[in-house]
């Protein structure tokens, strides 16, 4: 029998070592350290990971479904206006998304001013640009409308994807919400009522614009998918993921 200590062969009956008289152990007494089992991986995740959902906290699914939501509301009228012309009352017009991004891409031109106006024959004439005391800061709000509603639907649309693939979901959200609340600004300016200047200074009209419910749920589910992908961001930096 072999010494563990120093690896001195001794008598198979040696109670002690007869080099380093170190106490002798058969193989079968021998004490060995207890080395734990490694957990499975599916247990071996820390306390920001354990809650998980196909790979996605759990988090990072809520903040996926605000930006879904975000974005859905946006198809939602966010701004609309409505035309008091000659005792006449028309259509009100609502601006969303599609109407928006058609706006861009076709030769209609951006100007929420712009109607068709019928005659006395009930005839439609050509589109006529209404004149208003201040028009211009009535186009430039519009048109600050129509393009942070589009640049809002591109960056959650990045804010989407970027989540799917990467588990990040809160800059593009930042972003996003920042144009929401630019949305939200310019329609708030333009909300009331313009009256229409005639060249006698009677007033023969007026536009009336609201605040569709678009805006305010994109805003509020932008906002909520930023603080949410925030948190998880910094529960992963702090879990070294």
Not at 5 to 11: L, R
Not at 17 to 31: A, F, L, N, P, Y
Request: charged share 15%.
């Amino acid at each position: 029998m072999f010494c563990m200590h120093c690896g001195n062969e001794n008598p198979d009956d040696a109670t002690f070592c007869c080099k380093c008289g170190h106490t002798m152990q058969s193989v079968g007494q021998q004490i060995t350290p207890h080395v734990p089992e490694p957990e499975s991986a599916a247990y071996s995740t820390t306390s920001a990971d354990k809650a998980t959902l196909y790979g996605y906290s759990i988090k990072g699914i809520i903040a996926l479904m605000l930006l879904m939501a975000a974005f859905l509301a946006l198809m939602m009228p966010g701004l609309s206006v409505q035309l008091h012309y000659l005792e006449q009352e028309y259509d009100a017009r609502e601006y969303n998304l599609p109407h928006v991004i058609q706006m861009f891409f076709s030769e209609e031109e951006i100007r929420p001013t712009a109607w068709s106006i019928e005659n006395e024959d009930g005839d439609e004439d050509e589109k006529q640009i209404l004149h208003f005391k201040n028009e211009k800061s009535i186009h430039t709000g519009f048109v600050f409308f129509c393009i942070a509603e589009i640049i809002s639907a591109i960056l959650l649309v990045v804010g989407i994807t970027v989540g799917l693939v990467s588990h990040r979901y809160s800059g593009a959200a930042v972003a996003a919400c920042a144009c929401v609340v630019i949305m939200f600004l310019s329609a708030e300016y333009l909300t009331g009522k313009f009256p229409i200047m005639t060249t006698d200074a009677s007033v023969l009209g007026y536009l009336q614009f609201t605040r569709g419910k678009g805006i305010a749920i994109s805003l509020i589910c932008s906002l909520a998918a930023t603080v949410v992908g925030l948190i998880d961001n910094h529960e992963h930096k702090t879990s070294g993921t």
